[in-house]
C-alpha cells in the first residue's frame, strides 16, 4: 500500500519516497491549479482543504529525493500563487529546491548567500535560519553550522528539535561532552516525548530532504556516554561515570519501550564491555553519585538483554507475527553482537 501524502516523508525508505514521486502527476492533475487567497473569491469557489497544501510540501521533498526536479517546480509554484513568494515556509522550499538543482560548490554558496540575505532583512525568520544550517552541514562547515544553532537557541531557547541538532553537530565534531549537554536540554523541553529523530531533527521537520530515523532520547543519551567514556584520552573517573550513566539511560529506555532493540543492544554492549574491562574496576558505592552497579547486577543486566536480543533476533528473522517491524540492519547488528556469546547463539538457533 502507498504510504500517505499526510504523513511526514522524511522517513519513508527510498522505496516509499519513489512511489509517492511517481503519483505527482496525477495528483496535479486531480488537483486545482490555482486557488485564490482573495477571502471574496473564496465564496463562490469549493471550499480550501488545508491538507492539499501539506501534500504539495510532502510531494516536494518526495520528488527531490527522486530526481523529479519538474513535478517539485509544480508544487512549489502552486503554493507561491497560494501563499506568495514572500511567505517563510515557501522560501524555504524555494531554498530547498535551488539546493537540490545545484550542480557544484559554488551554486550552493549562492544559495547560502540568499539565506543570508533574507536573515539580513528578518534575523527571525526561522524556516529559512534551519534550512541555512542544514546547508552549512551538507558543505561540511560543522564549526560554522555549530555557531548558527547556538544563535538560533539564543531566541529560540525552547526549541527541542534545534537542541537535538546541536547536539548532533557537536557529535560529529568528536564533542561528547558538549553533545551530551544539549541532548539533556531535550529531555528537559520534551520530558514526555520518549523519542526524537536522529540526525538532523529539526531541520527535518522544517524541510530537510534527509532520511530520518527515530531514536528514544534516553537510548541517545546512552549511546552518547557511552562514546565519551570509550572516547580515547578518557580518564578513569570520566569512564566510571559515564558508563554509569549509560546503564541508566539505556534501562529506562527499554523500560519506556518493551521490545526495543536498540536499549537492549546498548545495555548489552555496555554491561559486556564493563564486565571484558577488567582495568577499570567499578567505583566503590561511597565514592560517586554516578557509581556502576556492582558486578552482580551488571551481570544480570547483560543476561537479560541478551535473553532479549536474542529473542527479537530469531523472532523477527522468522517473521512472526508483531515482530516484523524491526529494520534489516537493526537484526544484523544485534546477531553479529551476540555473535561472541554462545548462550546467545543457542538461544537465537532455538
Known sequence: MAPSLLRPTTQLSPEAALTLSQQAPTILRSSPSTVSSSALNALFASSEKPELWLQYENLILACLRTGDERSAHQCLERLVARFGPD?????????????????????????????????????????????RIALLRSMGRLSDAASALVQLLGFSPTDAEAWSELSDVYLSQGLYPQAIYAMEEVLVLAPNAWNVCHPTTAIARDLSPMLMQ??????????????????????????QKSMAEAIKRFSRSIELCDDYLRGYYGLKLVSQRVLRDPGKPPVRSGDSEFALPDRSTIERLNELATAKLSEIVRRSTAQDRGWRGYSEAEIAAARELLSGDASASLAIKR
Request: negative net charge; aromatic residues 4%.
Open 87 to 131: 511567505n517563510e515556509r515557501v522560501q524555504a522550499l524555494n531554498g530547498l529546491v535551488k539546493e537540490a538543482e545545484a550542480k557544484n560548490n559554488s551554486e550552493l554558496e549562492a544559495v547560502l548567500k540568499e539565506y543570508d540575505q533574507i536573515l539580513s532583512e528578518n534575523d527571525t525568520n526561522i524556516p529559512i535560519a534551519k534550512r
Open 214 to 239: 527515530p531514536v528514544q532520547i534516553h537510548a541517545r543519551l546512552g549511546e552518547l556516554h557511552y562514546m565519551n567514556a570509550t572516547a580515547p584520552g578518557a580518564g578513569s573517573g570520566s569512564y
